[in-house]
């Protein structure tokens, strides 16, 4: 980090390759932590969005999963406003509140 700018290594989900790209931030900027996480962490009540290949049935075999608190009720991302990964539903990315 230098000032008003971070430098992250950036995916490429359709081509998995990193490149090093350069961000703006300013005191408005929301970060978040990725940690490894278990079964146990997927509760009631909270935003899951799951990344991977979907099947012809729509079941998505997840290669990283976001579980996240819900803003004012409702689940929401932090990413680009549909999903939180990049993608997209074209994507296989699925989001959803967990109900049980």
């Known amino acids: 980090m230098s000032g008003s700018t971070i430098t992250v290594d950036a995916i490429d989900f359709q081509t998995q390759k990193t490149s ?15 940690a490894t996480g ?14 991977g290949k979907a099947d012809d049935s729509g079941t ?19 990413f680009g406003g549909r999903g939180g990964f990049g993608g997209g539903q074209g994507a296989g990315a699925q989001g959803g509140t967990t109900n049980g």
Do not use: F, H, M, R
Request: net charge negative; charged share 15%; with cysteine.
């Open 20 to 34: 090093s790209k350069t961000v703006t931030v300013d005191s408005s900027t929301k970060y978040t932590e990725q």
């Open 60 to 78: 998505v075999a997840a290669t990283a999963i976001s579980v996240t608190e819900p803003v004012n009720g409702e689940c929401v991302s932090g």
């Open 38 to 51: 278990a079964a146990s962490d997927l509760v009631v009540g909270k935003c899951v969005l799951a990344q």
